[in-house]
């Protein structure tokens, strides 16, 4: 699809990031409702639902023959050849604590490949946008990836799923492996906000496994678009299905699938 084509998409996608983030801001750190889903640490308030029906209300006015697939609502209009990928709230914890780290993700997937990506951070007011071919921006302004090449030098990101509290030493022993070879390595709460920081060139790499598709979807083809590399554990194309993923500047990205690998190796013991 050609860049101008999508023009219509991406402007509807920021209305409605931009309207929701302003929801968000109203009720950061004091929801009425706050319940859990698949563990006592993955929380859903009334906002996350309220944010989405109006995402979902807003995209739909825009074009209604577009499906849909929400974190908190599901499916709608499931055999579209285009649906619209959307987390209402990527870090409810945060927002319920009234830590200021959490966003909007929306993407657009026509035929099985996202073609727009909009992340919005709406307590920093930024936000990032990426259309397949066109490159990546926040607010306004293009944005590289980083240039650093080696991992030793490198800003990292990840995440601990659900089931870290019933198995940690997988993800501990990785999470080791990355610390000890790096400037450091961040767990901020919000898949989407890590892979908006890469793209922005704030940090070099990201990775985490047990991801849902509204986490990855925005996020990915921000990354492509700034200049810098996805892929799964082994370096394949990723899928939003999968839920592993690597995402990097692109220039330590072998270092990054090396260490996975090393660290895979190590804990069965080879």
């Given at each position: 699809?050609?860049?101008?084509?999508?023009?219509?998409?991406?402007?509807?996608?920021?209305?409605?990031?931009?309207?929701?983030?302003?929801?968000?801001?109203?009720?950061?750190?004091?929801?009425r409702?706050?319940?859990?889903?698949?563990?006592?640490?993955?929380?859903?308030?009334e906002?996350?639902?309220?944010?989405?029906?109006?995402?979902?209300?807003?995209?739909?006015?825009?074009?209604?023959?577009?499906?849909?697939?929400?974190?908190?609502?599901?499916?709608?209009?499931?055999?579209?050849?285009?649906r619209?990928?959307?987390?209402?709230?990527?870090?409810?914890?945060?927002?319920?604590?009234?830590?200021?780290?959490?966003?909007?993700?929306?993407a657009?997937?026509?035929?099985?490949?996202?073609?727009?990506?909009?992340?919005?951070?709406?307590?920093?007011?930024?936000?990032?946008?990426?259309?397949?071919?066109?490159?990546?921006?926040?607010?306004?302004?293009?944005?590289?990836?980083?240039?650093?090449?080696?991992?030793?030098?490198?800003?990292?990101?990840?995440?601990?799923?659900?089931?870290?509290?019933?198995?940690?030493?997988?993800?501990?022993?990785?999470?080791?492996?990355?610390?000890?070879?790096?400037?450091?390595?961040?767990?901020?709460?919000?898949?989407?906000?890590?892979?908006?920081?890469?793209?922005?060139?704030?940090?070099?790499?990201?990775?985490?496994?047990r991801?849902?598709?509204?986490?990855?979807?925005?996020g990915?083809?921000?990354?492509?678009?700034?200049?810098?590399?996805?892929?799964?554990?082994?370096?394949?194309?990723?899928?939003?299905?999968?839920?592993?993923?690597?995402?990097?500047?692109?220039?330590?990205?072998?270092?990054?699938?090396?260490?996975?690998?090393?660290?895979?190796?190590?804990?069965?013991?080879?």
């Open positions: 699809m050609s860049p101008n084509s999508l023009q219509g998409d991406v402007r509807a996608a920021i209305r409605a990031a931009l309207a929701a983030g302003a929801l968000l801001r109203q009720f950061v750190g004091r929801p409702t706050v319940k859990t889903k698949r563990s006592a640490a993955d929380l859903v308030t906002v996350d639902r309220a944010a989405e029906r109006l995402i979902a209300r807003l995209l739909r006015r825009a074009d209604p023959t577009i499906g849909f697939l929400g974190e908190e609502l599901g499916r709608r209009r499931e055999r579209a050849s285009s619209w990928i959307v987390d209402p709230i990527d870090g409810t914890n945060n927002f319920v604590h009234g830590f200021p780290c959490f966003a909007v993700s929306i657009l997937e026509v035929r099985g490949t996202v073609v727009v990506g909009v992340i919005y951070d709406p307590m920093r007011r930024e936000l990032f946008v990426a259309s397949q071919g066109a490159g990546a921006s926040l607010n306004g302004r293009p944005i590289r990836v980083s240039q650093t090449t080696r991992l030793t030098q490198s800003l990292l990101s990840t995440g601990f799923p659900v089931q870290f509290r019933h198995a940690a030493r997988p993800y501990l022993g990785r999470f080791e492996s990355f610390e000890r070879r790096s400037h450091g390595v961040r767990r901020i709460g919000s898949t989407t906000i890590s892979l908006a920081s890469i793209a922005a060139g704030r940090m070099e790499g990201f990775y985490e496994q991801l849902w598709p509204w986490d990855i979807a925005a990915i083809l921000l990354v492509q678009e700034a200049g810098g590399r996805v892929s799964n554990f082994r370096g394949e194309p990723p899928t939003l299905t999968e839920g592993r993923l690597v995402a990097s500047n692109g220039r330590i990205h072998r270092q990054m699938l090396q260490l996975i690998a090393g660290a895979h190796l190590l804990r069965r013991g080879r």
